[in-house]
């Protein structure tokens, strides 16, 4: 049998006998002839017979015929003559038609059907996109001397916030999803100084929001032997260009179909500590220990028009408004190493300097009235010599959405879960 | 300051000042001069003091001095006229002394001081050919047009084996860790065509055994528009061989240090038919439904002896020992389209076609007696057009574990979790 061709190579095949297969997308009849266009991982064929053909939309199809030019057909290319073979019979219509340039579905309506609406090009076009991101991190990061880690996603306490965790009975003891491979990415420092993860992790998020999810993609990074926080913020900007080109060099088409721009990512990102932030902003600004998304919009709009960047960091944040393990500044040590970057008007990643030093995480606890005890295993890891070191966490539907002006991050999300979402 | 040198690049700067960070590996403290032996993520360094200097093992240090060449040092060179900063100390010896060529240590203590013991050299450059495995797996796949794919890990019901799942409270509903992305990756065969994923699968597996973990890392690829199984088991072969190369390729001192052998992947793998398979056993293992792993080790010698092969396909197990989804084959459906690959005497990989046709499914609960509710979602996908397909899924720690000659699956997993194992 003849090698399968796909859509976006038939063209190469003109006056060839071809084989393609997919599904089929649309059926047109007119009155002496029938156009069949059919659906392959890289795009459309238009197939032509001579006489009326009862397939449904979605029916799997291998078609043998000739590749035969023609200006009208997509890529310019058809299939005339052809032997069709019924690969497979859908039981029932989709439950939407994926022929139409949109999707005409609620968000729920969609998400119910996930796994026949991500056949809809548009919407699997956007994970064309967020496997290119992931190819760029890995590859910025591997280039850097990083090392590929799996962390256990099942823990036996709880180290940050301690509220929205999912717990589970774990041979009859408690224990709970992990929120962030934070633990874990910290202790590897120490073994190989550079790690990177990217792997699922799990917030019991008991609000519906438009930006978040039970599950989430986490793009983990951590690095030691850092001067400070900003070696770590160069490396996110050069982690953040690589996602960008990965994106433009492996999914280009799809940015194309989505009609999406893709941002310059400056050499040096712009920066500006929090404090000076909120002089900018203004009155209700002031004073606060965090910034409100309408300021981390003003503050992406000012970057935008005075330095000409989509790309943002705001460094220093208030030390009561971060993690114990955030390392304070030493100058001003109300205040902390660390930074977020604001992209297109909403927050992409948290990252920063870490504390290192045994004693000051017992003192960070104590200085919060917590009990260590919890701790022991976190804390147990700096009692063993542990350098200076920092990291960062881009969530990749957040990223995607962004990236694609998508109003929800579920829109970025094969299979959401959320407070209502658990199927399918 | 000048640049940080790695150990491995200290070579290149003979005659210069350079700057190497990293942890107090070993001291050596004798009459007129002290040797500080510095480890850093690429290895050893030398560094000479003429006077005494009271570090303890694991103290992380930043050491600027002259790059020297001498024969009798690591690599060659050493530095002299140091200056050595402390970077932090630690707050306790470690549990074992790093510095000796093996960890005297029993397993269970290497485990409860993970985060320590993965520095001793030969427990890090597990990882860094668990790390070029991973790499070259994404690799292979990556270039013969698959996706990668992040798929949810909490699900509402449990559609594969039903015992050995977590349950876990999801908003006050009933869920479960994910303990395969099978439904989820059949799925996406309907959108990609070709999918993989990277990630942690749970199993509530009651035993303790040498071969099981409660989490592990799956490496899952699934194809679609395939003819049977035999053009899955090309892909897992290109795909396994891509590992082995990347391991080679980025993983080759790890290699070395741990003194393992890198298999042959044969352009075609042995195959052996299962029945065939039980007919050279002999007697004890004739109409049996599965191998025992004795049966296993005895087939994998004998594919080295005849075939001289690592690696040795086993085709057609029988339905009944067989998942549901399982394709039957044509001609003999009481045995199935199913393989599993057998490297070094274990089993390494479980695939094989699926069914792929709604009232194929249906039919094939019904001739187990199940209720097709539980799996509804499941069912949804295939009502909708699939194609043939099928796939494979390796799991990372085992296949690391066989690579190096690793007796336990623990020592290839960096914080394992199992039935009396939560932490650290």
């Known amino acids: 049998m003849i090698s399968r061709v796909l859509a976006a190579e038939l063209h190469r095949h003109v006056g060839e006998r071809v084989r393609v297969a997919g599904w089929v997308h649309r059926r047109r009849e007119l009155k002496s002839v029938t156009f069949l266009i059919v ?9 032509v017979l001579a006489q009326s053909l009862a397939v449904g939309a979605e029916t799997v199809v291998e078609v043998s ?11 310019g290319v058809e299939i005339t003559d052809p032997t069709i073979t019924l690969l497979s019979e859908p ?20 998400l119910d059907h996930a796994a026949v609406a991500l056949r809809h090009p548009t919407l699997r076009a956007r994970f064309a996109v967020s496997s290119a991101s992931t190819f760029g991190f890995r590859t910025a990061l591997g280039t850097r001397g990083f090392t590929e880690v799996h962390t256990p996603k099942i823990v036996g306490s709880v180290t940050e916030s301690g509220a929205n965790v999912f717990g589970i009975d774990f041979f009859g003891r408690r224990a ?25 992790v799990f917030r019991a998020e008991p609000h519906d929001t438009t930006r978040h999810l039970a599950q989430y993609t986490s793009l983990d990074a951590e690095l030691g032997f850092i001067a400070d926080h900003r070696d770590v913020m160069a490396v996110l900007r050069d982690t953040v260009a690589a996602m960008v080109a990965a994106v433009a060099d492996r999914a280009g088409d799809a940015v194309r179909l989505l009609a999406a721009t893709l941002p310059d990512v400056p050499a040096e990102i712009p920066s500006v500590d929090f404090v000076e932030a909120q002089d900018m902003l203004g009155e209700n600004a002031r004073g606060e220990p965090d910034l409100a998304p309408a300021h981390e919009r003003l503050l992406s709009d000012w970057a935008l ?6 790309f943002l960091f705001v460094t220093g944040y208030p030390m009561r408004k971060r993690p114990f393990y955030t390392h304070p500044q030493p100058a001003r040590p109300e205040f902390s190493n660390s930074f977020d970057l604001l992209f297109r008007g909403v927050e992409l990643v ?36 542990m350098p200076p070191h920092g990291g960062f966490a881009i969530g990749l539907e957040r990223w995607v959405a962004r990236l694609l002006g998508l109003a929800n991050v579920r829109e970025a999300t094969l299979f959401p879960r959320d407070l209502h979402r658990l199927e399918p």
């Not at 659906?39 to 197939?47: A, H, I, K």
């Not at 929120?179 to 699922?200: C, D, N």
């Open 39 to 47: 659906r392959d991982r890289s795009g459309l064929t238009q197939v």
């Open 65 to 75: 015929g000739t590749a035969t030019a023609n200006q009208q057909a997509p890529g």
């Open 91 to 110: 039981a029932e219509p989709p439950p939407f038609d994926l022929f139409r340039p949109r999707l005409s579905a609620t968000l729920p309506t969609v």
């Open 176 to 200: 709970y999803l992990a929120q962030s491979p934070q633990l874990f990415k910290q202790a590897l420092v120490g073994v190989f100084e550079r790690v990177y993860e990217v792997g699922p």
């Open 305 to 310: 028009r005075v330095h000409g960047s989509e």
């Open 350 to 385: 948290t990252g920063g300097q870490r504390l290192h030093r045994h004693a000051d995480y017992l003192a960070a606890l104590a200085a919060r009235g917590e009990d260590p005890e919890p701790y022991r295993t976190y804390l147990d890891v700096f009692a063993h010599g």
